[in-house]
């Protein structure tokens, strides 16, 4: 970890931190058309839960998450589990694992080796619990130079490479001290909110897609009680049709309607990975629900917090 830091701290030199005047151009409309792209992954994954709801689908079968019964905020991702894409360091030595080319010759990978996922057998049909995986870091060896003899592999065993496909067992690879990083998505839901505003809790509920990066405090954290812990960092955007608006003085019957609106959250949640596990998140955002709503909305564009701590629903 302290040599994947030092490499980091090398890259950013003087020199590498220059830009072009065309590429301080261009930055600010990459960002843009990044933020635009995933506002409008939101609204289109919203629209489709709501025709799914009107047409009487389930919220199960329709893939749409329900508000749990203890009633906190809680992240229900789409991703399946899936490990494609994730990077990986194995912290103990690890024997028979096989070449994607050759599933008969095994091979063997010593402790602080560094994989990248390229393929997940969750996402295949029939599915499977093979991962096809690629070394990007072989223990302490320099990749430009030949690894020295490792006197923990086995004798009828070959190290692996840097440049060779691997299939490992994924519940293997759980069953050995390793880290994980890597994206993950699904449904963001927040059943309260805490206005600070005027320092008062609303009932409205936020479902919307979330996209999120899962960062692993794994053996080698100087921190030891962070040691078997995750940190997942959110940001969602959805268009909500069940935000609770009091209807406007002198409207009767008085009461509340459901108005739709854009609802924004961003935060982290983080996860105790022991048992079923534990979660605890923060999180805050801005509902807006501009002339949609028909009574005006005490909340537009006011910054809610949400505090989530519940059991492991992701």
């Not at 789409?78 to 694992?97: A, E, L, M, Q």
């Not at 004798?155 to 880290?179: F, G, N, R, T, W």
């Not at 839901?189 to 409205?204: A, E, L, N, R």
């Amino acid at each position: 970890m302290q040599q994947a830091s030092s490499q980091a701290l090398v890259s950013l030199s003087p020199k590498s931190s220059r830009h072009s005047p065309l590429s301080r151009q261009f930055a600010p409309a990459v960002v843009l058309s990044f933020l635009l792209s995933f506002l409008g992954w939101g609204l289109l994954w919203s629209a489709e839960a709501v025709a799914d709801s009107a047409s009487g689908v389930s919220a199960a079968s329709a893939n749409i998450p329900t508000v749990p019964a203890s009633g906190v905020p809680t992240v229900t991702p789409n991703d399946n589990g899936s490990w494609k894409g994730d990077t990986i360091v194995i912290h103990t030595d690890v024997k028979d694992i096989k070449a994607a080319s050759d599933p008969l010759k095994k091979y063997f990978a010593p402790a602080d080796s560094m994989l990248h996922v390229s393929t997940d057998g969750i996402d295949q049909k029939p599915s499977s619990q093979n991962l096809t995986v690629k070394f990007d870091r072989v223990g302490d060896c320099k990749p430009d130079s030949p690894c020295a003899p490792n006197p923990r592999k086995p004798a009828d065993q070959e190290q692996v490479d840097l440049y060779s496909a691997y299939v490992m067992d994924k519940a293997a690879v759980e069953a050995i001290d390793h880290s994980r990083r890597g994206w993950t998505f699904g449904a963001l839901i927040v059943p309260f909110k805490y206005q600070t505003h005027d320092k008062s809790f609303s009932g409205s509920t936020s479902i919307g897609p979330y996209l999120g990066y899962r960062i692993a405090n794994d053996s080698t954290v100087s921190f030891k009680l962070l040691q078997g812990t995750s940190t997942t960092f959110v940001l969602s955007a959805g268009w909500v049709s069940n935000i609770a608006v009091a209807t406007a003085p002198g409207v009767t019957p008085a009461g509340t309607v459901n108005s739709s609106g854009l609802s924004l959250a961003t935060g982290f949640i983080f996860a105790v990975d022991k048992g079923t596990g534990i979660r605890v998140g923060v999180l805050a955002g801005q509902d807006r629900l501009g002339s949609n709503s028909t009574a005006p909305y005490p909340y537009e564009g006011k910054t809610w917090v949400s505090l989530a701590v519940g059991y492991k629903f992701f």
